[in-house]
């Protein structure tokens, strides 16, 4: 299993790397300490990793969640995740739009970090609990879903069929089955019409 660690602090990767090990004994943890060590990486095209997990706050020439786009685009298949310290929602907004599956704070105790580590690799969600309790975010967007994920929503709640939406989206129809799917998680919904019914409580569309 081969893991990709970002960070440009030192003792972070240390910390991190241990817990790794201890999260998945037979693992390869390759290190980049800025943003243009990941692109680069990703550039190469040789290695694959089965995790990736990034600090937003790494140097770089460019924007760094345009590079986690690529990031995303180029290992579409792999988790990858954000940790870091900052709670602000505009980076937690920015990261799940550019495709990250999870959010992870390095201050969160070992266990619970540990926990969301082991949450995104089998494919689940992981973001900071306290955001659903921001009521500045809950008036402007009531949950991290991004713009393209309230507009496959909205059109889900008009009764439109996966291959309408795709239609009408310009999209595939397993584009719009992920985005259901990532959408229902981060609403912790069993179905679409769960997800509708959350979605109404929290603004995110029309009653």
């Not at 390759?30 to 140097?59: A, G, H, Q, R």
């Not at 105790?109 to 500045?136: A, D, Q």
């Amino acid at each position: 299993m081969n893991i990709l660690l970002a960070d440009n602090c030192e003792l972070t990767k240390k910390s991190v790397s241990s817990l790794l090990r201890e999260l998945f004994p037979e693992c390869k943890i390759y290190t980049c300490n800025n943003w243009d060590e990941v692109e680069k990486e990703i550039n190469s095209n040789i290695k694959n990793f089965e995790l990736i997990l990034l600090e937003i706050f790494m140097p770089s020439n460019k924007v760094w969640y345009e590079i986690l786009e690529k990031v995303v685009r180029r290992y579409k298949y792999t988790p990858v995740c954000i940790i870091t310290n900052t709670k602000e929602i505009i980076h937690i907004q920015k990261s799940f739009e550019a495709g990250a599956k999870g959010y992870l704070l390095k201050r969160d105790k070992i266990g619970i970090f540990k926990e969301n580590i082991k949450k995104v690799y089998h494919g689940k969600l992981s973001y900071p609990e306290y955001i659903w309790k921001r009521s500045t975010y809950t008036k402007t967007k009531g949950s991290i879903l991004t713009t393209r994920e309230q507009e496959v929503l909205s059109l889900v709640d008009e009764g439109d069929a996966n291959k309408a939406i795709a239609k009408k989206l310009n999209l595939t129809e397993h584009t719009v089955k992920r985005h259901i799917y990532n959408i229902c998680d981060k609403l912790h919904a069993k179905n679409r019409v769960e997800a509708i019914k959350i979605a109404r409580t929290r603004a995110l569309i029309s009653s």
